[in-house]
Structure formats: C-alpha cells, structure tokens
C-alpha cells in the first residue's frame, strides 16, 4: 500500500503542477469573490492544498488508501464543474485536468485491485487464524473443566463413603424394614431406588423385569442412600393419596370407572421385587 500511495503521490503532483491547476490549489475564497450561493450548491468543497495536507498528516487524519484520496480529487473538478458554467474558463480547466488524471488513474488501478485483493485474504486469514485460537482455547477450557469436574466428583464420592462410615451401621431390623419399604414404591419411584443399587454394583440389572435384591449385600453407603430416598418417596407418595381421598368423587359410574381403571394400570405398570 505504501508504494501505491507513492505512486499515487507523483500522479497528483503531475496534476497540481500543470499550468491549469492554480484555481483548485486552495480553498475557493466565497466571500472575496461574492459567492453567496456557494455552499448552497456545493455540499462538500474540496481543494488540492486540503487534499495534501491530509496525505501527510502524521496525527491519525491521514488517508486510508488511494481511493479515498482518488474520490477527494475527483471531487476537486466536480464541485467547479458543478458550480461554473460549461462554457466558463474554470468549467473547462477543471473537465480537462479530470480527463487528464482519469487516464493516469486507469495505469494505475490494475495494482490498486491486485493489492486491495492481497489485502482482503490477509484478512480472511488472520480472522481464520483468530477463529482456530479460540476455539483452541474453548476446547482447552472444556477438558480442564471437564477434568475439574470429575476430580469434585470423585471427591463427592469419596466425602460421601467417609460420612457413611461415620454413621452408625444398619441394623438388620432396618434393613428389614427397608426391604418392605421399597416394596410399597411406586414404579417409577422402584426404578429410580433400583438405579442406586446399580451405581455401586455395575452387574446388577437394574431395569430387568424381575429383580432379586440382596439387602445383606450391599453397602453402608448403598443402604443409606436408599433409606434417604425411600422416606422422602412414600412421603410423597402419602401427600399425593390425602389429595386424592380429599377430594369426594359423587358420581357412582365413575368410581366404578376409577377402580376398575386402577388395577388394570398397577398391574401393567408394577416391577416385580423380591427382597432377600
């Protein structure tokens, strides 16, 4: 880019030195010349002094590119083309010297396209490059988080198996009564008590429809975490059968409908439990 904007340099210096181009090398004076109407007709005024100027600002002002340098000179003979009459002096100086940096424009713009192209892959690709270092990252962050997380867990677990051992040990008339406990489950509450005795025994088949459990066999940490459950489940259980036994059904057919309904569903729904 450095070397088209030199090259562009020397393309407005040939333009600002031709014998033409006095009227633009300033700012147009409105007032000494009485024009009132100026900044009426012309939007933007532009001037080849302002122009250089701005080429070689050092104070973050500076053009970008060659384009932009390009439309501000185009804009010079435009505006006095606009506001001059075609058959005044300045009309014809300004369309001439147009012509003039047009042609000088077109030899150079070939290298203007090849570098902007240049310019744009680079950018692809260090936004490419940019994009895969995130992602880097993430993929980084997730298996630390992932590693983090199982560490807690095996610390859970671990926590856990220490809190058993410092509870009491079951007694065989508690492991009784939480054999017949779970008997009055419901069946997706069986299930979910069945999956806990899985955790810590990966060959016993949680989900067969028939399951023999060996309350004697499993452990302190298996046998607590049962009991918690059981009682929090028929305590549930218990509140959800005072809701329904509040509410007074009149209707004699549809009683019979609700217990005939009943068993057909309890006995499509139940898992056979055998407690050892």
């Known amino acids: 880019m450095q070397e088209l904007m030199r090259q562009f340099a020397s393309i407005f210096r040939q333009i600002t030195q031709h014998e033409w181009a006095w009227p633009f090398k300033e ?6 010349l009485g024009l009132h109407d100026y900044y009426q007709v012309i ?3 532009m001037d080849f002094g302002t122009i250089k100027n701005k080429m070689e600002a050092k104070d973050g002002t500076a053009y970008k590119n060659v384009r932009e340098i390009y439309a501000d000179v185009r804009l010079v003979f435009k505006n006095a083309m606009k506001y001059n009459d075609d058959k005044d002096d300045v009309h014809v100086m300004a369309k001439t010297l147009l012509e003039k940096f047009e042609e000088k424009w077109l030899k150079l713009l070939p290298k203007v396209v090849e570098e902007e192209t240049r310019r744009v892959d680079e950018e692809a690709e260090a936004r490419l490059h940019t994009k895969l270092a995130q992602e880097a990252a993430y993929a980084s962050m997730a298996k630390d988080l992932s590693t983090e997380l199982v560490e807690i867990d095996l610390y859970l677990k671990d926590l856990r198996e220490m809190v058993v051992q410092k509870c009491r040990k079951m007694s ?3 492991k009784r009564k939480l054999g017949t406990a779970l008997t009055h489950l419901s069946p997706d509450d069986l299930s979910k008590a069945l999956e806990i005795v899985a955790q810590n025994n990966p060959s016993f088949q949680a989900s067969a429809q028939e399951v023999d459990l060996d309350i004697d066999a499993q452990s302190e940490c298996t046998l607590w975490r049962l009991k918690v459950f059981v009682k929090e489940a028929l305590k549930v259980q218990g509140k959800s059968s005072e809701g ?3 509410n007074k059904v009149t209707a004699s057919k549809r009683n019979r409908e609700i217990s005939d309904a009943v068993p057909k569903t309890n006995a499509k729904r139940t898992k056979k439990l055998s407690c050892l």
Request: glycine letters at 14%.
């Open 27 to 32: 700012p147009v004076d409105v007032e000494s």
């Open 43 to 45: 939007e933007k005024p």
């Open 172 to 174: 065989s008339g508690d």
């Open 244 to 246: 329904i036994a509040g």
